[in-house]
C-alpha cells in the first residue's frame, strides 16, 4: 500500500534510485539565502541544485557563478536609487549604476552615501545645513570683530565668491604654510579665573594703571596703532645712538609686546646661539640645551637682577677669553638658567643630585671655593709680569663677584637663604679687595671699568634689595662712588636685550638702560630707609613721621621722572611691571607705621592723608598684578614676582576676614584663587615658593582652600604643594608676611621666620592627627 506523503515533500525514492529499500542519499543543506529570499517576496521557492555527481550537465565553475548570483540577489540592500523607488522595483544597490537600471537604460541617482540608509542620509544633510549656517555666523562675527584692514579682504573674498568654509580655514590656518612650524597665538590673553572682570573697588579710584596700553590691548580689545609718524619720531629721541643701526628698530612694531605674552619672545642676539658652554663646564656637553638655558636666563631673570653686562660675557665665551668670562661664572648663569628654563622636570627638586640644576649649583659652589682662595700676587716691581698678573687676578675677582651674587640668588630660591647670605658678604669683601665701589682707576681701559661699575651697581642693588626685604641694615650704606652714564646718551654702555615676537620679524628692546638707572635711583632710596630703620641691636627702631613724609616725596619724584617707556600709561614687559609693583610694595610699608598717628604740621604740604595714600598704593599693587596676569601669565619661573603675590594675598586673607557680608567679598576671594595659582605655577620652579604656598594655605579659611582645589584644578600629584609635609627643612631667615616696616622688624627680632612658622604648622598638624588616631576606634 501506498505511503500517504505530505504536500510539499519529496518522494523517499527517485529515479536515480530503483530500489526503495536500498541505503538513502545523504542530505545537503538548504540554501539559506534564497529561502529567506523566497520567503520575504512570497514567490516560488527555487529548486535546490542536484550535487555535482548527479547533475551532469553542470560544472563546478557554473556552479559556483549560479551561486554567488543567488546571494548577491539574496543580499538585503541599505537603500534604493531614486528610479528603482519611483517604480518601486527591487533595486540591488550597485553603484554607480544598479543592475535594473542598467538593463532598462535608465538615470540611476542615489541620494544617500555607500552603507547609508535613507534616515542617515536625512541626518547627515541635516547636520551639514546645522554646520553650514554656523560657519555663516562665524564669517559675519570675523566682520564684526576683525580690524578694519582684515574685515575689508574678507569682504572682497566674499564678492569673488569664496564659500564660508573657504574663509574659516584661510583666517584659522591660512599662515601655517608660511610658519612651516606651530607658533603660539598671537593674540593669546589669560583669563581671571572665578570672576572675569576687574574687581569694582579697583575702579573707585582714579587709577592711572587701567589707563595704561596693556591694560587697553589686554582685557578691552586690541586698539590699532597710532599711524601718526609723529608719535614714532617723538619715541625715537629716548635712544639717538643705539649700536648696529637698530635704531630705527626701536619702536617699530611696538604693538607686539602689548598683544603676546612675553614667554613667547625669543632673545636676539648674534652670538647665542653659536657659543659653546661645554667648553666652560664640566657638567654637560650638551651645547643645545645649555644654549636654551642661557638663552631663559638672558629672557626671565637677566633684565631684573643683573650683575654683569651680557655682551661682554658672550664675546668672550665665544672667542674662549677670560678677561669678562670664567668657568664659574658660566656654571652660575647656567645654574640660574634650569630654574628658568620650562622643559627641565622637576626644577624645584633642588636636593636630588639627578636634577641638572643640581649638578650646575655644586660645580659652581666648588670652582667658588677655589677662586675666592687664590691669592693676590705678590706686588715685586722686578718682575715685568707682576703687573699683568695683578689686573689678571683683579678680572677673575670680578667675575667671581658676580657669580657669588648669582649663588645668593639660587639659594633663595631653594629656600636656604641663610647659606646664600654667606656668599654675598664674601662679594663684598672681595669688593673691597680691588676697590669697586671707590672712585675711578687709571690703570683700566674703557671696557674694564664699564665691567667694574657695572659690577658694583649689580651688587649694590642685590644688597640694598635683600637688606630691604629681609629687615636687617644694610652692608653697604652709600652707593658705588662712579655714577651709571646716560641711558639715553649712551644705550650702547648698558647693552640693550633685543627680543622678537613670533610671526613678526622685528626686534623690540627691553629697555634695559633705562631700567637699570631706574633701578639704581630707586633702590638707592630703599637703601637709606633700610639704615634707618633696620638696626643690629637694641628695640626695632621708628621712622620718624617727618623721615617718612621725606621718603615719599623722594618716591612720588622719582616715579615722576620715570621715562616715558617705564610710566604708568606704557609699561608692559614683565620687569617693568614688578618695577612698579615694588614702588607701591614700598609705599605700603613706609605709610602703615603712621596711619593711626596724627602728622599735624608735617602732612599739612601733602595733598592726600597717610590712609588715602596707603589705599590707593594697594590698589595700584593688585591692578599691576593682575595686568602682570592678563598678558604674561604666571606659567614662567620669575623670581622677584614671588614676592608680589605672596605679600599681595597676605593682605587679601586679612581683608577677606573683614569683608564678611560685604558686596566685595567674592571679588576678594577672586583675587585670593589668582595669588594662590601664580604661587603654585612658581613652586614648579623653586622650592621656597611651595614653602610660602603651604603656610598661606594652612592660614585660609577652610571653603577658600575648597574654592581653590575647585577652580585651579590642581592635580592630584601637586596637592602635597597645598596641603602636604615639605620634602626638605628651610635653612631660611625670611620673615612671615607682614605689613608695615616695623611690624616686619619686630617679627624678625622674635624669630618669626619662614623657616620656624612652618615647624610650628608641622608639629601642630602632627600633635592634631596624634589626637584625631587616640579618639578613633580600635
Known amino acids: 500500500m501506498a505511503a500517504v506523503m505530505p504536500s510539499g515533500s519529496r518522494p523517499a525514492s527517485s529515479p536515480d534510485r530503483p530500489h526503495t529499500n536500498g541505503p538513502l542519499r545523504r542530505l545537503l543543506p538548504a540554501n539559506g539565502a534564497a529561502a529567506v529570499e523566497a520567503d520575504a517576496s512570497h514567490e516560488t521557492p527555487i529548486p535546490r541544485p542536484l550535487p555535482p555527481s548527479t547533475s551532469p550537465s553542470s560544472s563546478p565553475g ?32 550597485e553603484r554607480p549604476v544598479c543592475s ?6 535608465t538615470a540611476c541617482e542615489f541620494d544617500t552615501n555607500k552603507a547609508e540608509t535613507h534616515t542617515q542620509a536625512l541626518k547627515r544633510k541635516f547636520n551639514e545645513l546645522q554646520s553650514q549656517k554656523s560657519a555663516f555666523e562665524q564669517v559675519y562675527e570675523l566682520l564684526q570683530t576683525r580690524p578694519d584692514k582684515e574685515a575689508d579682504e574678507l569682504f572682497r573674498r566674499i ?33 581671571f579665573p572665578y570672576l572675569p572682570d576687574m574687581p569694582p573697588f579697583l575702579r573707585q579710584f582714579d587709577n592711572p594703571y587701567l589707563d595704561s596700553e596693556v591694560y587697553e590691548c589686554a582685557l578691552r580689545g586690541s586698539p590699532e596703532p597710532p599711524s601718526q609718524p609723529r608719535q614714532q619720531q617723538t619715541h625715537q629721541q629716548f635712544l639717538p645712538g643705539t649700536r648696529n643701526g637698530a635704531d630705527s628698530a626701536y619702536f617699530a612694531g611696538q604693538r607686539d609686546s602689548y598683544l603676546k605674552p612675553y614667554l613667547s619672545a625669543t632673545v636676539v642676539h648674534p652670538l647665542l646661539d653659536s657659543v659653546k658652554p661645554s667648553k666652560w663646564t664640566a657638567v654637560s656637553n650638551d ?21 654683569f653686562q651680557k655682551d661682554h660675557l658672550l664675546e668672550d665665551m665665544a672667542s674662549e677669553t677670560h678677561r669678562f668670562c670664567s668657568p664659574l661664572l658660566v656654571n652660575a648663569v647656567l645654574c640660574i638658567g634650569c630654574f628658568c628654563h620650562r622643559g627641565l622636570q622637576g626644577r624645584a627638586e633642588y636636593w636630588n643630585p639627578g636634577y641638572l640644576g643640581y649638578q650646575f649649583l655644586a660645580e659652581t659652589r666648588r670652582l667658588f671655593e677655589i677662586e675666592s682662595e687664590r691669592d693676590r700676587p705678590f706686588k715685586n716691581p722686578a718682575d715685568p709680569s707682576w703687573e699683568r698678573r695683578d689686573r689678571e687676578w683683579e678680572l677673575s675677582r670680578l667675575t667671581t663677584i658676580q657669580a657669588a651674587a648669582l649663588l645668593t640668588l639660587a639659594y633663595n630660591l631653594n629656600g636656604s637663604d641663610k647659606i646664600g647670605w654667606r656668599f654675598t658678604q664674601t662679594a663684598i669683601e672681595m669688593a673691597d679687595e680691588i676697590q669697586l665701589l671707590g672712585p675711578l682707576l687709571e690703570h683700566h681701559d674703557g671696557e674694564v671699568q664699564c665691567a667694574r661699575t657695572y659690577t658694583a651697581w649689580g651688587l649694590f642693588f642685590w644688597q640694598s634689595l635683600s637688606s630691604y626685604h629681609y629687615a636687617k641694615p644694610p652692608p653697604l650704606k652709600t652707593p658705588p662712588q662712579v655714577p651709571l652714564p646716560d641711558p639715553l646718551s649712551e644705550p650702547q654702555w648698558y647693552g640693550e636685550l633685543w627680543l622678537k615676537y613670533p610671526l613678526s620679524q622685528t626686534r623690540l628692546p627691553t629697555y634695559h638702560g633705562l631700567l637699570f638707572k631706574a633701578k639704581a635711583d630707586f633702590w638707592t632710596i630703599l637703601n637709606e630707609v633700610s639704615s634707618l630703620t633696620f638696626s643690629h641691636h637694641g628695640s626695632p627702631s621708628t621712622l620718624p613721621v617727618n623721615k617718612t613724609l621725606l621718603f615719599y616725596n623722594k618716591l612720588t619724584a622719582w616715579l615722576h621722572n620715570l621715562p616715558e617707556p617705564l610710566t ?21 610699608d613706609i605709610m602703615t607705621p603712621i596711619l593711626d598717628h596724627s602728622c599735624g604740621s608735617a602732612c599739612a604740604q601733602l595733598i592726600q592723608t597717610p590712609q588715602d595714600i596707603y589705599t590707593e598704593a594697594v590698589i595700584h599693587l593688585e ?10 601669565g604666571f606659567e614662567a619661573t620669575d623670581s622677584f614676582l614671588l614676592h608680589f603675590l605672596a605679600f599681595l594675598n597676605h593682605m587679601t586673607m586679612n581683608a577677606i576676614e573683614t569683608s564678611t557680608g560685604s558686596s566685595y567679598l567674592e571679588a576678594r576671594r577672586s583675587t585670593l584663587l589668582l595669588l594662590t595659582k601664580g604661587m603654585h605655577d612658581q613652586s614648579r620652579a623653586c622650592f621656597v615658593a611651595r614653602a610660602i604656598l603651604r603656610l598661606q594655605v594652612s592660614a585660609m579659611r577652610p571653603e577658600d582652600v575648597g574654592l581653590v582645589r575647585r577652580f585651579l584644578e590642581i592635580e592630584e600629584a601637586d596637592q602635597v604643594s597645598l596641603c602636604g609635609p615639605l620634602e626638605q627643612a628651610m ?3 625670611w620673615p612671615v608676611y607682614e605689613v608695615g616696616l616695623e611690624a616686619r622688624d619686630e617679627l624678625r627680632r622674635r624669630g618669626r621666620t619662614l623657616a620656624s612658622s612652618l615647624a610650628s604648622l608641622s608639629i601642630l598638624e602632627s600633635a592634631s592627627d596624634s589626637r584625631a588616631t587616640t579618639r578613633s576606634p580600635s
Not at 82 to 90: D, I, L, T, V, Y
Not at 287 to 307: E, G, N, P, S
Not at 568 to 588: A, C, E, F, G, S
Open 62 to 93: 557554473a556552479t559556483a557563478s549560479v551561486l554567488t548570483a543567488r546571494r548577491k540577489r539574496g543580499q538585503a540592500t541599505t537603500a534604493a536609487c531614486g528610479a528603482c523607488r519611483k517604480r518601486k522595483s527591487k533595486c540591488d544597490g
Open 100 to 105: 535594473i537600471c542598467r538593463d532598462r537604460n
Open 159 to 191: 564678492r569673488r565668491g569664496a564659500d564660508a568654509g573657504a574663509i574659516l580655514r584661510h583666517v584659522n590656518y591660512g599662515d601655517m604654510l608660511v610658519q612651516l612650524a606651530l607658533v603660539p597665538e598671537a593674540r593669546y590673553r589669560y583669563e
Open 287 to 307: 651645547d643645545y640645551l645649555m644654549r636654551k638655558l642661557l638663552h631663559d636666563y638672558f629672557l626671565f631673570d637677566y633684565d631684573f637682577f643683573t650683575f
Open 568 to 588: 604708568p600709561k606704557k609699561i608692559v614687559l614683565p620687569q617693568h611691571l614688578k618695577l612698579h609693583m615694588h614702588y607701591h610694595n614700598v609705599l605700603i
Open 623 to 632: 591692578t599691576i598684578v593682575r595686568l602682570y596676569y592678563l598678558r604674561h
Open 731 to 733: 635653612v631660611t631667615d
